[in-house]
Nanobody, 124 residues
Framework: QLQFVESGGGLVQPGGSLRLSCAAS????????LYWFRQAPGKEREGVSC???????TYLDSVKGRFAISRDNAKNTVYLQMNSLKPEDTAVYYC??????????????????WGQGTQVTVSS
């Protein structure tokens, strides 16, 4: 059964950092694009970052320079390093695969959840 388990969320003050992890089971990630999206209460899902199978990356404009996505195929895991966090980054964060390529990032795109997500709360 294909499954992702997200972890690493928590409560952090503005300006702080968190590193999210997403471990896959049931299949091998090597040839998939992998992306993170988030959903804040009462808001649409929003694609945040994606990494292709060749390692190339894309980011939502609002997180460029603050977030970094990476992958470790040997561990079947994708990461999201989040620095200089802002209150508007508060959301549940999810990871997901794409068989073909990275999807567009932002809102108005259908993103399906594969795990339970991990809550990130940025507040003083």
């Amino acid at each position: 059964q294909l499954q992702f388990v997200e972890s690493g969320g928590g409560l952090v003050q503005p300006g702080g950092s968190l590193r999210l992890s997403c471990a896959a089971s049931g299949f091998t990630l090597d040839y998939y694009a992998l992306y993170w999206f988030r959903q804040a209460p009462g808001k649409e899902r929003e694609g945040v970052s994606c990494i292709e199978s060749d390692g190339s990356t894309t980011y939502l404009d609002s997180v460029k320079g603050r977030f970094a996505i990476s992958r470790d195929n040997a561990k079947n895991t994708v990461y999201l390093q989040m620095n200089s966090l802002k209150p508007e980054d508060t959301a549940v964060y999810y990871c997901a695969p794409d068989e073909i390529r990275c999807p567009p990032l932002g809102v108005g795109i259908r993103y399906d959840s594969w795990g339970q997500g991990t809550q990130v709360t940025v507040s003083s």
